[in-house]
């Protein structure tokens, strides 16, 4: 089992910043791909950015030259820095993990991944 806690999230007006941090715990060897959805009141959780091992990334286009996705090793820990934020980017934000044997999905799929953390609230005010 892979333990994940999100940390970082809260209220910024637009243009602001932010940087979300996830702590991985527990089983780490047995997760690979790392990454964030989101999940705005009345709209399906998506895939906003992940790490996959082996180097590749994937962005939402609503995100792409705004977000940047990372990860500490050595820290169990993957970030997402939040650039230019705007009032469309306010969501629950959820970290995620995906054990190594999983299929990939091209946006992801919420069944790609089988760790959740418990969400961390980002809202942008204009």
């Known amino acids: 089992q892979v333990q994940l806690v999100e940390s970082g999230g809260g209220s910024v007006q637009a243009g602001g910043s932010l940087r979300l941090s996830c702590a991985a715990s527990?089983?780490?060897?047995?997760?690979?791909?790392m990454g964030w959805f989101r999940q705005a009141p009345g709209k399906e959780r998506e895939g906003v950015a992940i790490?996959?091992?082996?180097?590749?990334?994937y962005y939402a286009d609503s995100v792409k030259g705004r977000f940047t996705i990372s990860q500490e090793i050595a820290k169990n820990t993957v970030y997402l820095q939040m650039n230019g934020l705007k009032p469309e980017d306010t969501a629950m934000y959820y970290c995620?993990?995906?054990?190594?044997?999983?299929?990939?999905?091209?946006?992801?799929?919420?069944?790609?991944?089988?760790?959740w953390g418990q969400g961390t609230q980002v809202t942008v005010s204009s």
């Open positions: 995620a993990a995906a054990a190594c044997a999983n299929i990939r999905h091209f946006p992801p799929r919420i069944g790609d991944f089988d760790y």
């Open positions: 790490d996959y091992t082996g180097g590749s990334t």
């Open positions: 527990g089983d780490t060897y047995s997760r690979c791909d």
